[in-house]
Nanobody, 124 residues
Framework: QVQLVESGGGSVQAGGSLRLSCAAS????????MGWFRQAPGKEREIVAA????????YYSDSVKGRLTISRDNAKNTVYLQMNGLKPEDTAVYYC?????????????????WGQGTQVTVSS
């Protein structure tokens, strides 16, 4: 079992920045591919970014490329999402998730463990 706790959400104006953190406990984070997802009201949960176990490979959705950066520190059992150039359409609850597969996968139902989510609100 892995427990995931997100932090760092909040309210910012368009163009602002936030850094989300996801702290893991229970098992070493290095055993999992890690992903950040988001879900806006009335919309399906979608992947934002993912990083492989060793950080050798990363994935970004087209909507966030060049603005968001995922990283991980396995020694600290923590994954980060640096969010720059935020837009109102980035407003959502952001979740981190752990996948026991070896390769990066983008569909939510393939991830095994989820955090409780943190709200990000971007005003225009």
């Amino acid at each position: 079992q892995v427990q995931l706790v997100e932090s760092g959400g909040g309210s910012v104006q368009a163009g602002g920045s936030l850094r989300l953190s996801c702290a893991a406990s229970g098992r070493p984070l290095s055993s999992y591919v890690m992903g950040w997802f988001r879900q806006a009201p009335g919309k399906e949960r979608e992947i934002v970014a993912a990083v492989s176990r060793s950080s050798a490979n990363v994935y970004y959705s087209d909507s966030v490329k060049g603005r968001l950066t995922i990283s991980r520190d396995n020694a600290k059992n923590t994954v980060y999402l640096q969010m720059n150039g935020l837009k109102p359409e980035d407003t959502a609850v952001y979740y981190c998730a752990a996948d026991s597969a070896y390769g990066i996968r983008s569909t939510p139902n393939t991830y095994d463990y989820w955090g409780q989510g943190t709200q990000v609100t971007v005003s225009s």
